[in-house]
C-alpha cells in the first residue's frame, strides 16, 4: 500500500455495494459530462501538497489547450467513486489509489479498454509496471499509472552507517550478516513498525510481498496476487520464514518484537536519526523522503542524513527486483478531450512539472532524472529504472476483503504471537473470495 492510501478513512470493507457484471467488458460513461468541447471531470483521492501540484501542473497545461477541467479531489474516493457509478454520475477520468478498485470499477462494463486509446507497445516498452497492475485476464487494460512509489527500500543513517564501516548489502546473505554485526556491535539493527490506526498491519503486507517476490520471482508473485497459487503455498511461507528470522530474533528489531504492531509507520524509523543512532536499518517506501516522516531536519538536509538502498536479491547478481505502487487513470469515455487530458497526466509531460516539487516519481524510465529535487530521489527513481522485475505492491491487486482485510489484519496476528505461521497464511486463504 502506499502511505496516501492507508491514511484514508474508507475501506474496502465499508464501501457501497455494486451490482457488477459477471465478467470485464470495455464501456464507456452513458451520461459524463466530459469530452468534446464540455468540461472534462478528473476525479481523486489524494490531498494537500500532491493535490495542489496536481492542480496546477493540469490547469496550466489545460489552458494552453483550451480544455476546462474539472479537478474533483475526494477523501473517501472509494466510497464516493463506487456511489457514482452505480447512480450513473460518472467522472470522465478517475485516478485510482489501487488496481484492487479499479477492477471493481471496470466490472460495470462502464470503464473504457485503455489498450483502445494509447499506445500499448510504447507504454509497455518505457513504463514500470507496465499495463498489467489493472488488467484483466481477457488483456483488456482499465487504468495505468500516472505516478509511482517506490517500496521495495532499506533506509539508514548515512554518517553513522559510514562512520560504523557498515557497507550496503547486495544479497540477502549479507543483509543478514549486516543485521548481525550491527547487534554485536551493541545496536538493535531493525527498526520496525506497522501501525495505521484501522489500517494497522499493511506495512506487514509489504514486507511479505517483498520477500514472496525474491523467492518467486515475477511471475509466481503474479500467480499469488491473482490467487492462482493458494496464499498459503511454499513461496510465501518461506518468505514469512526469512521475515521471522529477521523480526523475531532477540536483539534484532528496537523494543523488541511486542514493539512491532505499536510502532508506527510514518516514524518508526526517526530513532535512526538519535546521537548515537537507536538502529541503523528501516525498510519503507520513498514517502519516507518527504516532509512529516523522518524529522523535518533530516527531509531538509535528506541527502546527507539519509542512505538509502533497495532490498537485496536472494542471490548477489540475479537482477534486482523492485516492488512499487502508484496513482492508476482510468477512463470512462472517449470523447477526444477526455482523452487529451488523460494522454498528459499519464505521459512524461506532466512530471516536468510535478517532479521538481517532491513526493512524485514519473513511471517512464527514460525521464529526465535531473528534475527530481535531490539526489536521494535520482537514487530512488533509478531503483525503479533499472530494476531486472517491477511490479505493483500485491495488496493493492488483492480483492479488497484479502489486500485491505484478512491479509492486514492476519499479519498483526502472526506479529503479536497470536497465531503461528502456518495458520494465519491458512486462514487468509480462506478469505479469498469464490468468485
Not at 489547450?65 to 447512480?87: C, H, M, N, W, Y
Not at 479488497?400 to 491458512?426: H, I, P, Y
Request: aromatic share 10%; net charge negative.
Amino acid at each position: 500500500m502506499h502511505m496516501r492510501r492507508m491514511v484514508g478513512s474508507v475501506a474496502v470493507a465499508t464501501a457501497v455495494v455494486l451490482t457488477a457484471s459477471a465478467c470485464l467488458s470495455s464501456g464507456g460513461g452513458t451520461t459524463s459530462g466530459g469530452g468534446g468541447d464540455k468540461t472534462v471531470e478528473v476525479m481523486y483521492g489524494f490531498s494537500g501538497d500532491q493535490s495542489e501540484n496536481f492542480k496546477a501542473a493540469v490547469n496550466a497545461w489545460a489552458q494552453k489547450e483550451g480544455i476546462t477541467v474539472k479537478l474533483s479531489a475526494t477523501p473517501d474516493f472509494d466510497k464516493l467513486v463506487r456511489s457514482r457509478v452505480q447512480g450513473n454520475n460518472l467522472p470522465d477520468i478517475a485516478i485510482f489509489p489501487q488496481p484492487g478498485i479499479t477492477l471493481d470499477i471496470a466490472r460495470t462494463g462502464k470503464m473504457v479498454d485503455l489498450a483502445t486509446v494509447l499506445d500499448k507497445n510504447e507504454y509497455n516498452k518505457e513504463k514500470i509496471y507496465l499495463f498489467d497492475a489493472a488488467s484483466d485476464n481477457e488483456g483488456k487494460v482499465w487504468a495505468v499509472p500516472m505516478s509511482t512509489s517506490v517500496k521495495s527500500l532499506v533506509w539508514y543513517p548515512k554518517q553513522a552507517f559510514e562512520a560504523a564501516g557498515y557497507t550496503v548489502p547486495k544479497s540477502e546473505a549479507e543483509l543478514i550478516t549486516l543485521t548481525e554485526k550491527i547487534k554485536a556491535d551493541g545496536t538493535p539493527p531493525w527498526c520496525v513498525g506497522i501501525e495505521s490506526q484501522a489500517a494497522t498491519g499493511w506495512p506487514a503486507t509489504d514486507w511479505m510481498e517483498d520477500y514472496v517476490l525474491r523467492f518467486g520471482g515475477a511471475e509466481k508473485y503474479k500467480q499469488w496476487t491473482k490467487h492462482e497459487i493458494p496464499f498459503n503455498d511454499p513461496v510465501v511461507k518461506q518468505a514469512a520464514d526469512e521475515i521471522a528470522k529477521i523480526w523475531f530474533t532477540d536483539g534484532n528489531v528496537l523494543g523488541g518484537r511486542k514493539a512491532i504492531a505499536s510502532n508506527n509507520f510514518a516514524t518508526a524509523g526517526n530513532p535512526m536519526f538519535s546521537n548515537p543512532p537507536k538502529c541503523f536499518l528501516h525498510r519503507q517506501a520513498s514517502f519516507l523522503a518527504q516532509a512529516g516522516n523522518f524529522p523535518d531536519d533530516v527531509v531538509k538536509n535528506i541527502d546527507q542524513r539519509a542512505g538509502v538502498f533497495p532490498l537485496p536479491p536472494i542471490t548477489a547478481g540475479s537482477g534486482q527486483p523492485v516492488m512499487g505502487a502508484g496513482d492508476l487513470a482510468g477512463l470512462f469515455n472517449k470523447e477526444e478531450n477526455t482523452v487529451k487530458v488523460l494522454q498528459y497526466i499519464t505521459g512524461r509531460e506532466i512530471g516536468n512539472e510535478l517532479a521538481p516539487k517532491g513526493g512524485y516519481i514519473s513511471g517512464w524510465k527514460d525521464f529526465d532524472a535531473s528534475k527530481y529535487p535531490n539526489q536521494t530521489m535520482r537514487d530512488i527513481a533509478k531503483i525503479a529504472y533499472t530494476s531486472s522485475d517491477a511490479v505493483f505492491d500485491g495488496s493493492d491487486v488483492m480483492p479488497g476483503e484479502v489486500g485491505a482485510g484478512s491479509f492486514w489484519r492476519e499479519m498483526v496476528n502472526w506479529v503479536t504471537g497470536k497465531k503461528n505461521t502456518d495458520t494465519v497464511l491458512s486462514d487468509i486463504d480462506k478469505t479469498w473470495p469464490k468468485s
